[in-house]
């Protein structure tokens, strides 16, 4: 039974790996052939049937998303609409302003005038606002809205933004403008509105907005009031994962309801468990993670209250089936890998050590799965706090004894006055933790470093599984061997006399990363929130995690623009930097910077790094970018940053031979005040690099920069369409080209363009 329930999932797992999907009825009809034949070889056919199956179930839920996505037609449009609160908005203060984001049911007016093709009815849509107007759950409005189809950023070792939002099934992605906007009656919020309550009772009771965002999180599932700082710290001991509300927590309340009912009988107390569950479940607005919880007590649930006895395989079993129906793209979300090995590694615990009972089984547990799923979780997250097991050995008690109990009870008693009793009980651990880590966090190196290949996580996984095994077991010796393999070092840098360039994609701004073989250059860092969530945090800092560096030679900030140099501290805090320089000066204190002035060279291994601009310290802003020039061989690269066409004009009258470049980032994210056409002659450049932001409101690169490029044969690699671009060097020119959208390639993702057409005829473009 158990294997044709893998079998089914696998089904519809795979079909979150296609790039295009087929009709459902393909797959249902392979399944039927199969099951025709199924007397010439019976267990081949029912696994056949079974794969088919599960893919056709995908195939179907896959080609539903799509069909609800937003009409092409109607991006960056300003549409007039009724926009329906569906959830308490998540607050955060962003760059001094308030962003209030908030799933929304959109009904536009006047649909047939705007477009032929569009429906009334939207759909389910993520919405931002930036106006001073409190949005509540249930509210509705008429106002105007700017959407755009599901849409992220595509690097390599950064959070899958597309993959989140096509497992929630959001129709589009925009924000609500603050103009024209009207109340409407209201609908009723259902439990959304007791989320609401919750959200506005903490607001009231708890006055430390960094506890009021932990207790957000822990009692409404909302953890946007967790500071970047904040999630920093809970991530070095490992306790991130008790911060939100997770199977975990669902599981913990469930024991507490189980408890409860048992002082009746054991057939109440698991209904009391299911019925908890499903409430704390409804308090996390039965965000993913929870609804997989669910299906995995559900399974556990359903046999024993039908009085039966179910082996822990065949439960798991049961379970992979329910999320993959519920949930085909879940082997894109690390949750699902973390909470699945989680619980098989606890059955697999209680079946090889039988002994463990009480508090022997518990504190074993608490000991082998927290060093464990840290450094499964590391694969995702780049690091883990070596404090872990010692750290969830005291938090997961105080969140099972205390913490979620009162959360759960604080959030029962949202309505009334009580509640202003219970949540700063709740509160006192949560102020604890903050006084206890500004302690330790100055005296001891929390975090390390770590990201392990596929390789080295199977030698771990092999070598743990042998080492926890009965002793009887034949070759348990070979532990240490296959733990041996995680020593393995990692081979991510280039081969020896080849180059990497990378041009990030993050958004409207710039972020490039060259990598040598033992050195490697940042120039610039993306934009957003110098103080929290920023392109260098969400991007940048993965993808050097993602490519094994220990350390940056050279940082380089082109100037002081937000989209350039917000994520500077970020990239000094978490790496050694050797070097920095400067365009302009920023409010940092970054190791070893300098201005930045014509005439500066260094060396990095094989690169050659020289200064063309600026040739004094005056002057501020785009035209004081720190213009760049690399030489690798015979290969030039010409980084301008933001310089605009006066200081093109200046560098033209100077020493035009340094222009000339076989790569060059196009000026000022492609702007009308830059990429004069003497400067692309002067540079003459056979491959054109754009850094922009997909319909950002600038409306870069400008039609006459696209027509200057065209006139000289030129199409620029575009990371709005092509995601983060990849190029390989070698001394004497480009060996490929190579765009993230066209390596993954997956159906539910933003399709890349037409792959960039460099005038370089050497080029392999991927």
Not at 490 to 517: I, S
Request: proline share 6%; charged share 15%.
């Amino acid at each position: 039974m158990q294997s044709w329930m893998i079998v089914s999932a696998v089904g519809v797992f795979l079909s979150g790996w296609m790039p295009i999907l087929p009709s459902p009825w393909l797959p249902l009809l392979a399944a039927l052939t199969c099951l025709l034949l199924r007397r010439f070889a019976p267990a081949a056919a029912a696994v056949s049937a079974c794969l088919a199956l599960g893919f056709a179930w995908g195939c179907g839920w896959g080609l539903s998303l799509l069909a609800q996505q937003l009409p092409e037609a109607l991006e960056a449009t300003v549409l007039e609409a009724t926009i329906t609160v569906l959830e308490p908005p998540q607050r955060r203060i962003s760059r001094g302003r308030l962003r209030q984001r908030f799933a929304a049911r959109i009904e536009l007016f006047d649909c047939p005038q705007i477009n032929a093709d569009c429906r009334r009815d939207v759909g389910r849509v993520l919405l931002s606002y930036y106006g001073k107007q409190p949005l509540r759950a249930g509210q509705r409005w008429r106002g105007e809205v700017k959407l755009k189809r599901p849409r992220g950023l595509a690097n390599p070792g950064s959070f899958n933004y597309e993959a989140w939002l096509a497992r929630h099934r959001f129709a589009a992605t925009g924000y609500l403008r603050d103009t024209r906007l009207e109340p409407l009656p209201p609908v009723f919020p259902g439990w959304q509105g007791w989320r609401q309550a919750v959200a506005d009772s903490l607001q009231r009771s708890i006055a430390d907005p960094d506890v009021r965002g932990v207790l957000l999180a822990l009692g409404n599932g909302d953890r946007s009031g967790i500071s970047q700082q904040r999630w920093q710290q809970f991530q070095r001991y490992g306790l991130n994962h008790l911060v939100v509300i997770s199977g975990l927590h669902v599981g913990l309340v469930a024991g507490i309801g189980f408890l409860l009912g048992r002082l009746v009988n054991r057939r109440v107390a698991h209904l009391w468990a299911a019925a908890l569950a499903l409430a704390y479940s409804a308090l996390a607005g039965f965000a993913l993670p929870t609804q997989r919880a669910l299906v995995m007590l559900a399974s556990v649930q359903l046999v024993a209250l039908a009085g039966r006895r179910v082996s822990p395989t065949r439960s798991l079993s049961a379970a992979l089936l329910g999320v993959a129906l519920l949930d085909p793209l879940a082997t894109h979300s690390a949750g699902f890998w973390l909470s699945f090995a989680a619980v098989a590694l606890i059955f697999y615990l209680r079946h090889m050590q039988p002994q463990w009972q009480g508090w022997r089984l518990v504190l074993g547990l608490q000991l082998v799965l927290a060093p464990a799923m840290g450094v499964l979780a590391s694969a995702w997250f780049g690091g883990l706090g070596w404090l872990a097991p010692l750290a969830n050995l005291v938090a997961v008690p105080v969140l099972s004894l205390w913490l979620a109990p009162l959360s759960l009870l604080g959030a029962l008693l949202a309505w009334w006055d009580a509640a202003a009793i219970i949540w700063p009980l709740a509160a006192l651990p949560v102020e604890g933790f903050f006084v206890l880590d500004s302690a330790l966090s100055s005296q001891l190196p929390l975090w390390l470093r770590l990201r392990p290949s596929p390789w080295q996580l199977g030698g771990l996984a092999v070598g743990l599984l042998l080492l926890l095994a009965h002793r009887a077991l034949p070759l348990r010796w070979l532990a240490t061997a296959w733990l041996g393999l995680a020593l393995l070092p990692r081979a991510d840098n280039p081969q020896r006399g080849d180059l990497e360039l990378w041009l990030l994609d993050v958004g409207q701004g710039l972020a490039l990363v060259v990598l040598e073989q033992q050195h490697t250059l940042v120039y610039d860092t993306g934009a957003g929130d110098p103080e929290g969530p920023n392109m260098a945090t969400g991007v940048l800092l993965p993808f050097l995690e993602s490519r094994g560096v220990e350390r940056i030679d050279l940082l380089v900030i082109s100037h002081g623009d937000n989209d350039h140099a917000s994520g500077a501290g970020a990239i000094a805090a978490r790496f050694p930097v050797a070097e920095t320089w400067l365009g302009e000066a920023l409010p940092l204190d970054l190791p070893a910077q300098a201005y930045c002035l014509a005439g500066q060279r260094r060396r990095l291994g094989e690169l050659g790094i020289e200064v063309l601009w600026p040739q004094d310290l005056e002057g501020q802003g785009n035209n004081r970018s720190c213009v760049l020039r690399l030489d690798y061989g015979e290969l030039g690269i010409l980084l301008p940053g933001d310089i605009e066409s006066a200081v093109e004009h200046s560098l033209l009258r100077g020493d035009r031979g340094l222009l000339a470049a076989d790569v060059l980032v196009l000026p000022h994210h492609g702007s009308r005040s830059s990429s004069s056409s003497a400067l692309l002659a002067a540079v003459d450049p056979s491959l054109v690099l754009l850094s922009r932001g997909y319909r950002n409101r600038f409306g870069h690169p400008h039609p006459l920069v696209t027509r200057r490029l065209a006139a000289f044969g030129l199409r620029a690699c575009d990371t709005a369409e092509q995601g983060a671009v990849q190029l390989r060097l070698v001394p004497d020119g480009i060996a490929t080209v190579s765009g993230w959208r066209h390596k993954r390639r997956l159906y539910w993702a933003a399709p890349a363009s037409t792959a960039c057409s460099p005038a370089y005829n050497g080029a392999q473009v991927e």
